[in-house]
C-alpha cells in the first residue's frame, strides 16, 4: 500500500522559510516522477513543482527562483525548499506522483505565511 506523509508546514512571516517533507512507503519514489501541489482556500489543488527521476526539475512561474524541489531516493523522501515566502502561498501542501494518483492523496501540511 502506498502512502504519502507531509510535513514541515507552520506559520511564517512574509519573507521567511520553510523545507517540506515528503515521506513515501513503497517503490514509489525509485520509479516515478514525483510533485508538490498546493490547494489555497476557494482554489484548485495546483502544481507547484515537479522533480523527474533523474532529477530534472520544474516548476510554476510564480515559485521559480523562490523554491527548490528535490529527492532523495534512497530515503524515500522529497523535499519543498520554500523562500521569500508571500501571503499567496499560503495553502495546504501536498505530494504525489506526477503526474498525481488520485488514491496516493494525503492529508498535506498546512502552510500560513502572515506577520
Known amino acids: 500500500q502506498v502512502q504519502l506523509v507531509e510535513s514541515g508546514g507552520g506559520l511564517v512571516q512574509p519573507g521567511g522559510s520553510l523545507r517540506l517533507s515528503c515521506e513515501a512507503s513503497?517503490?514509489?519514489?525509485?520509479?516515478?516522477?514525483m510533485g508538490w501541489y498546493r490547494r489555497a482556500p476557494g482554489k484548485q489543488r495546483e502544481l507547484v513543482a515537479s522533480i523527474s527521476t533523474r532529477g530534472n526539475t520544474n516548476y510554476v512561474d510564480s515559485a521559480k527562483g523562490r523554491f527548490t524541489i528535490s529527492r532523495d531516493n534512497a530515503k524515500n523522501t522529497m523535499y519543498l525548499q520554500m523562500d521569500s515566502l508571500k501571503p499567496e502561498d499560503a495553502a495546504v501542501y501536498y505530494c504525489?506522483?506526477?503526474?498525481?494518483?488520485?488514491?496516493?492523496w494525503g492529508q498535506g501540511t498546512q502552510v500560513t505565511v502572515s506577520s
Open positions: 504525489n506522483t506526477y503526474p498525481p494518483v488520485l488514491s496516493y
Open positions: 513503497g517503490s514509489i519514489f525509485r520509479f516515478n516522477a
